[in-house]
């Protein structure tokens, strides 16, 4: 054949190599260890939605993958070179998100999570949703583990473990052929070692076209042959425009506590948030969240006029405790309220172990975690999704503890 | 010219690039720090052989070369990126390597060695054979060094040292022309640093096609202008389908001692295995061995039917200490035996030091060590090289120790 | 249109597009991580002068950036990939640089700097220039920091800082329009995380095409809501030719001390060098300079001969502190001094706060420093800077204390 019917072959294989035409039911390999497959850049599409995956470059980021699911109302980023962690949630002029001091979207390979005596883990700390786990989760400091002779030995926990700095290893989008047509990126991220924990987390954040609510549907499995605790909090971020003075916080509350004498003196607004403030120290507070009669339990991030909300829904089985981190520092020292449905508080291990917050999974045994995420744009939405929250707490007089636990 | 003329020269280019015409006596550079040359995929081959070169992607594994030897009887994976461990060894149905609860060739950017106190190494841990070393190569623990001022300090060893999670500098392959036709892959890694030690590591994997043996033969040169400790142990790991319920190591022994009271207990059936077993602890036996007339000495690990075995050969001079690794986990948790050749024993350097088991090597100075590994497909061969131990071993009785090392 | 016509296009794509033609005035991006750019290839030239740019391969340099600038007199080696680090400075028979026993230019990813009890920051080190700091900058230690709850804990401080071992975020050329047409490599490296230091260096290094003298101008921001401390100590390192047997550094000064009792025995020629002395510990010598009118201050080495010599000007208002460190070990450990510009003393930050100097920025502030660097080739040249570096030390007799600071 003639040289010219190569090229133009050649440039039509380049044309349309880095996009995907879209079947039913189909499911598309974006990363996998597995089979050896890295794309650099994907894009694949349908009417009023896509997803698009790029590599960033410079920096600290160089080497980062990043995955954006458009369905249309929302562009969701995801991070899977930093555990499926959520960068940043974009519709209109709401944002899932904050304005870390960190601005880039660091690679693992840059963090040291012993670095700063376990806190080396803030050093990368920008998104708005940032798993914590799984072998750990809370505070560093130290605890007991079991080393390879066998002996009990104690090793520093560093600040939040390490499954947000852990790179997934299989990620892909299934397009659901059936009605309404979710878009799911799924993602697994192992946390294994020999002679240590042998953690599988299968993660899935799903949305609807044309939506306001997407959903994270995580499975965490001990692949070990023994008996294994974990620990996870979903340490959702909110900046502004959600966060500002006077905006609240709604949830369901059985009871409330501060995590230190710090936060107990400020315990009676632990609901509402002031403006940015130089030299602010962070304030927790420990909420056991009281759930309806299927169990689920709302949390609402409303901003000061309540006309713009985030929402969160879970079930209580599955995570039954939620932190509220109020972190309402100067703007350039970060700005932000944690919003944490989680397995227990983030104190360190040890201490949750005591309390018996410290859950364990059977060789082979997988547990589920599945939270809803939605937007509210106007007044009546926010309100509804309040009124939801009052029905929950409906006659029940919240607890108010007034000195942190002893721990 | 014509374009179709530069179209022609352009593909043409393409095409023959990544691939190599042998020619005799020949070096082929793969990798090289000193001339800036890495290639992202590479192949040479001749009639019954080849050498192929390939980048791994996606996870942890993102970025880590892997080369494949295939002499026509066996594959063998090493590693550049991570030292020149040797990954796996495929012949048939034999193989030598394990199943870790690590499954990816972790890249050491991902690897805190500190991890854990001082456990990181675990994370990465799932290669047939790796090196560890070269400064230190036993477990963690506190040690003292020399700092920068001149003064003595203490630091925190990691468990194995660092050899085996530092990419090599420069790998190439040579293929003599001479018969046999050895087929050489070299990598040179070096564990050097400012007021520290400044070691060369030379390795070379080598295989005559056709053959079911392959040699490892590598230097450690002192290319620093001081005296320098070092340390190394071959920590070469076996799973299914030599390890399983029944299976043996044969070893000729000048004495036999548990490492630590848990082996002690049961030391009179250290050469056996069991099934897979949940919650097993490891056992490690610390194995002097005895050599023939010309230093040689033999282990061999053979399954339980006796019809499939592997075989090491080392000279005591080089490598006077022997430590079998008896891991009969859970499959899931990593069922393993370690079988290592070494310069001392897995303690930590303090201890070795102490036991007068770590060598020195004076400015310019180098060692070499050489192994000679063969796989054997049915029971007259692993018969003749279990008869060759109990030749050396002859009527020497072994010392049994019933308790460890008083250290 | 016909395929020849898109064959020619795109060949002259390739042919021109890492190529970029030089406007007055002109500002080129070479890495931002703001707009996602990362050139792998790139060069710039005028009429006598490049600034070419390429990635290094292999070993533990993979992914390296280095940077070249030419002008036509002096070849300058800047490292993007580890904090604008000069590796080099090449002029005929004059280097500025030293032949450390790290050779290759080590990739962050690959360095731990917790290791070996926080000198892991001695496994890179091979530039001629490196910043050390931010947040810390000397020895490491424990000192005092405040975590994320607000309270008071210490740390482990780890050698030298960060700042040398932390990428570019962003990197551009930019070529004055007017005369003399100074070539300025600009870079930005941010040492940030969330509850610690949000420090920005803008690090700036320039040359005039034809001139032997190159101008490095940082200036550094703290870009948090609340006055933060600093250090930074500018770490340039001579070896071959410049240092050798009875080469000297010309200092003014206005007082001088031992760092240690060490090298309290060796004041008396703490201005002269010895040739590589195998076992060599280090000695360190702590200079408060004396300043002209101006405020300008002058450090000069010279060759044995006294024909060949680099200088260094500054002002003592922005960096009041001068340390000499003596390190004539054997060639291969490195044979090398650094003459160091400073905030502050090598002492570890403790010590250094409590002598008051380690300096605060308010929320906002930035502090400005500049350096100049000559090179002299010839006996005339040489004598005419130390008879300036005499000029400002006129009268005035040195300070010589004979025992270490009482810490």
Redesign the interface.
Known sequence: M???F???A??LVLLFMPRTVVRADQRYVI????????QDTWTLSGENWSVSK?T????????VDLITIDNGVMQIDVIPTRGMNVYEVRSGDIRLGWD?????IV????I??????G?GW??G??EWMVRCGLEFAGHPGTDE?V????DT????LT?HGKIGN?????VEVVVDSNRPGRIRLRGVV?E?????P?LKLVTELSVVPGESTFRIDDTIEN????QQEFQIIYHANFGAPLLGKDAKVHAAVKSVAPM?D?AAGEIDTYATYDE?T??F??Q?YLVEPSADENGKTIAVLQNANGDRAASMQWTVDQLPYLTLWKNT??????YVTGIEPATGYPFNRKVERQAGRVPKLD?GQSRRFTLDFTLHRNKEDVDAMIQKVKAIQADHQPIVRRTPPAN
């Open positions: 003639k040289p010219q190569w090229l133009s050649f440039l990363t996998s260890a597995k089979d050896n497959v890295h790029r960033l470059h410079g920096g600290k980021q160089d080497g870390s001091p960190v601005d880039e690679h693992p390979a840059l040291d999570l012993e670095s700063r005596g806190l803030l050093e700390f920008n583990f080393t390879n002779t066998g030995a104690t090793m520093e600040l852990i790179p997934a290893s299989e192992y294994k070692l020999f002679n240590g042998k692949q070990g042959g023994q230190n710090h940015p130089t030299g120290a962070e927790v520092a100067a703007t350039q020292d970060g060789a």
